[in-house]
């Protein structure tokens, strides 16, 4: 009776002491390691099971898009360097959105490259504060991570290039206001192919589409998102986590001896309608339609 009585405290006592610990635990596939593999012309995969990251290879440099977790910069290391690549080489950091498992990494693999951030504009106060400015969870510590400094601040169609290979930035916000969709052309096969890395089209438990003071133009701005991704060419469907486009399964295809496992116009075709037709279930039930 005395410990039922008690559960609640002890419950009360390990969330203030372990808050970070219980979110890594609602994701493990965040933590765990995946093998580094090369995806299409200059672009190869360093990320986990479920956190994307993405290297890009030019001859001045490397481009790392995604830092993920304050604890994922040693994994993401050891991938770059199991694919051959110098750590060192990372010449600038971009990021898909100012949430904490895209970027808390940032300020260690800054100190560690000396690479510039280049952060899109609506996502730069978020970062440089460590997600304390956030619309959604700015006042939720267990959010936080290190603010790291912007160098370059990005707006929206702006392109970043090293060493003649050119991403362009494409603003879809509503998940966070300054959320990124990559793309790039990779040459592979004699064929270009058209590569999409999705910011996030999601509309995340507890975000208010209606009546959000904090930020008014979330649906609007989700709206503009899914008319961006609807007309993108995509050949690689790419993303920020590795479940948007179903990466295990078609790693498994990739390691049997299919080179085009990757390419998945209608899949990507597909995830956007189905995240919008959620979007817009969501809008209309918040609107009381
Ligand atoms: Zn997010």
């Known amino acids: 009776m005395k410990l039922r009585k008690l559960a609640p405290a002890i419950l009360a006592l390990m969330l203030s002491v372990f808050p970070l610990a219980l979110k890594a635990d609602a994701s493990p596939d965040w933590t765990t390691p995946f093998p580094p593999f090369h995806i299409a012309g200059n672009l190869y995969y360093v990320g986990s099971v479920d956190l994307a990251s993405y290297l890009v290879v030019t001859p001045k440099g490397l481009i790392l898009i995604n830092s993920n977790l304050a604890s994922s910069p040693p994994l993401i290391r050891k991938s770059v360097e199991a694919l051959g690549f110098k750590w060192s080489d990372i010449k600038i950091l971009l990021i898909s959105h100012a949430h904490y ?25 978020v970062v440089e504060s460590g997600g304390r400015t ?5 006042s939720d510590g267990t959010t936080h991570y290190a603010p790291a400094h912007v160098d370059r601040v990005l707006h929206d169609g702006d392109t970043v290039s090293l060493g003649g290979v050119v ?13 990124t ?14 590569a999409v890395i999705v910011g996030s089209p999601n509309v995340n438990p507890g975000y208010k589409l209606v009546g959000n003071t904090v930020y008014p133009k979330i ?11 609807n007309a993108l060419p995509c050949d690689i469907f790419l993303g920020a986590h590795g479940g948007y486009f179903d990466m295990k399964k078609k790693y498994a295809m990739f390691k049997n001896g299919d080179r085009n496992a990757f390419i998945d116009p209608s899949g990507y075709k597909a995830y956007i309608a189905d995240r919008q037709q959620a979007f817009e279930a969501e809008l209309a039930s918040q609107s009381g339609r």
């Open 101 to 125: 498992d895209h970027c808390a990494g940032s300020a260690k693999i800054l100190k560690e490259t000396g690479a510039k951030y280049e952060v899109m504009d609506a996502d730069v106060s």
């Open 134 to 138: 956030d619309f959604q969870y700015g």
């Open 167 to 179: 991403l362009t930035a494409h603003l879809t916000a509503g998940h966070t206001r300054g959320t």
């Open 181 to 194: 969709t990559w793309t790039m052309d990779e040459r592979e096969g004699g064929r270009t192919l058209h």
């Open 219 to 229: 649906a609007a701005d989700y709206k503009h998102e899914f008319a961006v991704l």
